[in-house]
């Protein structure tokens, strides 16, 4: 952390504040900010993450006040978001962009699989107590995101003559890819939820900055020639890919048994 932003940070500063409002609890992540001159709310749509900025001389108490002022807002624009698919027994997702239901088998042994019953549906099934199967889930997700992230890369770098350090798998909301000057390739898991040749064109964009490491027009043109279908992978993303993030979001509502709009901390 720059000093800066320590020197502003008061020592007991809680992460999170909750507010309830209309039977609903909110979270709201609280981030003071040295620039900032007023509270502000803001509300993630990719995270579905509800931030709270104070100033650098503003309290606690005021931005508490603030954000109660703000509960119908905060309602409502989590409410105008796709809904959020949480990873549970009967949830559908989009494995390759193959409609699979989640199917909780508690008694059979091992993590989580794929399978396609006696109907043709597709499933993905997961073994062990609840709690778990959130999590399994999404494990699986990025093991099979590396796995195609994994040749589809090397694919590409074979044909460039390059060498792809290291592949990481995570769970970014800026971007779907990205390449460091040390040759580590970064990818979002969610691209196992788009299209094949969604993901490969990611790869290939990555693999190319290995070469151009810009997006100059010789990156550009690099890149069609390597992935001929990148024109049809942009449009795509810039159509479906915000609605990735829906898939196994938590959401920041909880019901809540009490009246009226309340805020606490934590
Ligand atoms: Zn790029």
């Known amino acids: 952390m720059p000093l800066r932003a320590l020197l ?10 909750t507010l309830v409002f209309d039977g609903m609890m909110y979270l709201v992540r609280v981030n003071r900010h040295r620039r900032a001159r007023r509270y502000t709310l803001r509300i993630h749509a990719a995270t579905r993450e509800v931030v709270l900025t104070i100033p650098p001389r503003g309290n606690l108490n005021e931005a508490k006040a603030f954000a109660e002022r703000h509960g119908g ?7 105008r978001l796709p809904k959020a698919v949480p990873f549970t027994h009967g949830t559908m997702v989009p494995l390759r962009n193959m409609e699979h239901r989640i199917v909780h088998r508690r008694t059979m042994r091992g993590t989580a699989w794929r399978e396609i019953d006696e109907r043709g549906n ?9 709690p778990h199967v959130s999590r399994r889930v999404s494990d ?69 900055h290995l070469v151009e490491m810009n997006h100059s027009p010789r990156f550009w043109r690099l890149l069609e020639r390597l992935c001929p279908h990148m024109a049809r992978a942009k449009v795509w993303l810039d159509t479906h890919g915000a609605d990735l ?22």
């Open 8 to 17: 502003y940070r008061r020592p007991s500063e809680p992460q999170a504040i």
């Open 73 to 79: 807002w905060i309602a409502a624009r989590l409410g």
């Open 122 to 130: 597709r499933l993905i099934c997961v073994a062990g107590d609840a």
């Open 140 to 208: 699986f997700l990025k093991r099979e995101a590396r796995r195609d992230l994994d040749a589809a890369a090397r694919r590409y770098a074979d044909e460039l003559g390059v060498k792809v350090k290291r592949i990481a798998v995570r769970d970014q909301s800026s971007r779907w890819g990205s390449c460091s000057t040390t040759g580590v390739l970064s990818f979002s898991w969610r691209l196992i939820l788009a299209p094949p040749y969604v993901l490969d064109y990611l790869a290939a964009h990555e693999v190319a």
């Open 245 to 266: 993030h829906r898939y196994g979001a938590p959401d920041p509502r909880r019901q809540h048994n009490g009246r009226g709009a309340r805020a606490s901390v934590f």
